[in-house]
């Protein structure tokens, strides 16, 4: 093994500190970026995850994190209409990332990485050998390799994210093992709001739009009647799907930067950090043998895992994206008709998509699709159905 092999992270967020610790544990020299001066810290996600998924990325079992647990998503209509869909394996929890993101820190520090928080990295310069980096505080640092994982800020489809507004607050009349979704173009036009409850009493609220944002969550705390919200925060979520490549020179992009969320709800806990893995176990791999492809270890790795489920996800994206209130009325309406309000029906929270064009059918589809919107969107669902089969 080449013994200058070290690697710098940019970005301390839960892609970045999965890789330093994965890193670490695999003995590489390697030091971590944050601008900010605490880790974890603002905190802007949501936390919904799947359990499967925490423990493919070997967090779970956790010390502390977990806040509650969810068998069920209910979806509301612009008029309140609702439909409820069961979780495979009711295994469906939701993190307090602030927690999650401090625990992953320590133990990349317990084996060995560096974390300087307070270190915003400025300018890389990839000379082909090394990769130099230099800091806000005018520090100059050299890597054989740099992960890009600060996130949103070095996304490059600047038209593929909405803005996020979530805050914490009280709620009442809600059932607390569901996840809440509201499905309405006045309150989340192309997105949609949400309520997350991390206890009997309290919840995450929040929605996505490109515009007048402010406004729209007012009148989102109008609907739910809540009034009084703590910790607002404003961020972009990606829902423009992966870059096309994920690596330039000697530097890596991994996680938001990457564009590794599910582009219908921007969730990116676990796109990216099935990435942080694969990036890693790379890095190692080319640490000990140059001749190893980062592209295929890692790359070509993520792609085969997720280019099917990212694709029926942004079609499904651009199919709501156009739908308008009557629409998306009328199609509570032809579900509970077809099914009922409670479906029972196990979808897969990570593969959600697959998952539901599986379960529906080409049958249901079809019939539901002509019902809502007439023969042109049936013609685009058959496309889709025929590329599902071949693939
Ligand atoms: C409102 C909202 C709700 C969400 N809910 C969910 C959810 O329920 N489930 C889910 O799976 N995903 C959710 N996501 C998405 C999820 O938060 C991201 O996909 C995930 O955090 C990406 O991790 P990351 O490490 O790539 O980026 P980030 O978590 O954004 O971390 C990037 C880090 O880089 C740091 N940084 C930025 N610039 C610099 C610099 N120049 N130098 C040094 N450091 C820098 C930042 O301070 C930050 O710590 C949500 C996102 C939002 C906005």
């Not at 500190?17 to 905190?43: M, Q, R, S, T």
């Not at 936390?47 to 010390?63: A, D, H, I, N, T």
């Not at 919200?229 to 330039?248: K, M, Q, R, T, Y």
């Not at 998306?328 to 509970?336: P, R, S, V």
């Amino acid at each position: 093994m080449s013994s200058d092999f070290n690697v710098i992270i940019a970005g301390g967020g839960l892609a970045g500190l999965l890789c330093a610790k994965e890193l670490a544990k695999k003995n590489l020299p390697v030091e971590v970026l944050e601008e900010h001066n605490e880790i974890g810290h603002p905190n802007k996600c949501s936390g919904v995850v799947s359990l499967r998924s925490l423990k493919e990325l070997g967090l779970f079992p956790m010390k502390r994190g977990v806040q509650n647990r969810f068998s069920k998503i209910m979806f509301h209509s612009p008029n309140d209409n609702k439909i409820t869909l069961k979780f495979k394996s009711t295994n469906v929890v939701v993190l307090n990332r602030y927690e999650i993101d401090n625990l992953l820190a320590d133990d990349a520090t317990r084996l060995g990485a560096k974390i300087a928080v307070g270190s915003k990295a400025e300018e890389f310069t990839d000379n082909g050998s090394s990769v130099k980096v230099r800091t806000k505080t005018n520090r100059t640092l050299s890597c054989k390799s740099l992960i890009e994982a600060r996130g949103a800020i070095s996304y490059k489809n600047k038209k593929g994210f909405y803005n996020g507004i979530q805050s914490h607050a009280s709620y009442k009349d809600f059932e607390a093992d569901h996840i809440h979704v509201f499905l309405d173009r006045r309150l989340a036009p192309g997105f949609f709001a949400w309520l997350i409850p991390i206890d009997e009493y309290t919840a995450r609220i929040g929605l996505a739009s490109r515009g007048q944002i402010i406004e729209r969550f007012k009148l989102f705390q109008k609907r739910i009647d809540v009034k009084d919200v703590l910790d607002l925060n404003i961020s972009p979520i990606i829902v423009g799907g992966p870059a096309d490549h994920f690596i330039e020179g000697r530097i890596i992009y991994v996680g938001d930067s990457a564009g590794q969320t599910k582009p219908t709800t921007g969730g990116g806990i676990y796109f990216g950090g099935v990435a942080s893995l694969l990036a890693s176990a790379a890095l190692k791999a080319k640490s000990e043998d140059p001749n190893i492809s980062i592209e295929d270890e890692y790359e070509k790795k993520w792609f085969s895992r997720f280019k099917r489920e990212v694709k029926y996800m942004k079609d499904a994206r651009s199919c709501y994206e156009k739908m308008i209130n009557k629409e998306i009325e009328k199609l509570f309406i032809i579900t509970k008709d077809v099914y009922s309000s409670q479906i029972d029906l196990e979808v897969d929270y990570d593969f959600h998509m697959s998952s539901l064009v599986r379960i529906l059918g080409l049958k249901t589809l079809l019939s539901m699709a002509v019902a809502i919107f007439g023969k042109s969107m049936r013609d685009s669902l058959h496309n889709l159905w025929t590329r599902f089969l071949k693939e």
